[in-house]
């Protein structure tokens, strides 16, 4: 168990809708991380925050939206959801702003009808 | 420059065997290359990382291989069991960036 935990594990919704996917950090971790992973693909980078700040960006839709708490947990917001959306979100978390050792959720999984 | 290029796709080894992972990278930055191993339904959880500054890495029957000239690295599995069946993920990141960059995985199977 990595301490980090996501709802819902799985989520399925149809074209055009809007979902919202929770994280909730390790204990003591600052930083949070979203990555998509497509059947078949790597572990593509989306965004991460640390302590509530936007820190980086990575291949993120701009239907896509998320953002970090004041008690540290995040959400991911995918709106206006297509057919490729499908896919695995994770999220991870990490002590400090620099990443190193990064710790996963077990993911949620994503079904776009 | 941000890429991280993994080989092979799969793999498949018998019990016992040697499966070598093997990645490259452009970005001269980069300071930090972990391995990643991820099991079905699971996240995925750091195996074994290295720094630029040595050449080699052991832990347990996990070894990563660095060259910095060549901006290659590798994991090998030694005495592979088939509960090492799982995705490899290498990756890489540096001190002053904020994004860690994965490889595109490799699926293992060890036949028992």
């Known amino acids: 168990d990595s301490g980090v935990t996501q709802t819902p594990k799985h989520l399925i919704t149809a074209t055009g809708q809007r979902v919202t996917l929770r994280c909730s950090p390790r204990?003591?971790?600052?930083?949070v991380y979203w990555y998509q992973q497509s059947l078949d693909q790597g572990l593509q980078f989306l965004i991460q925050y640390y302590n509530g700040e936007e820190r980086a960006k990575g291949n993120i839709l701009e239907r896509f939206s998320a953002q970090q708490f004041p008690d540290l947990h995040s959400e991911l917001n995918l709106s206006s959801l297509e057919l490729g959306d499908s896919a695995l979100y994770f999220c991870?978390?990490?002590?400090?702003?620099?990443?190193?050792?990064?710790?996963f959720g077990e993911g949620s999984r994503l079904t776009v009808l | 420059q941000q890429q991280v290029k993994q080989s092979p796709q799969s793999l498949i080894v018998q019990k016992g065997g040697i499966p070598i992972i093997n990645c490259a990278y452009e970005n001269t930055a980069f300071d930090y290359f972990p391995w990643y191993q991820q099991f079905p339904g699971k996240g995925p959880a750091l195996l074994i990382a290295i720094r630029p500054d040595v050449s080699e890495k052991k832990e347990g029957r996990f070894t990563i291989s660095f060259n910095k000239s060549a901006k290659q690295f590798s994991l090998h599995i030694m005495d592979s069991q088939p509960g090492d069946s799982a995705t490899y993920f290498c990756a890489a990141s540096n001190g002053g960036g904020f994004k860690t960059i994965f490889g595109a995985g490799t699926r293992l199977f060890v036949k028992a």
């Open positions: 991870a978390s990490s002590e400090g702003q620099y990443t190193g050792e990064l710790f």
């Open positions: 204990s003591g971790d600052l930083s």
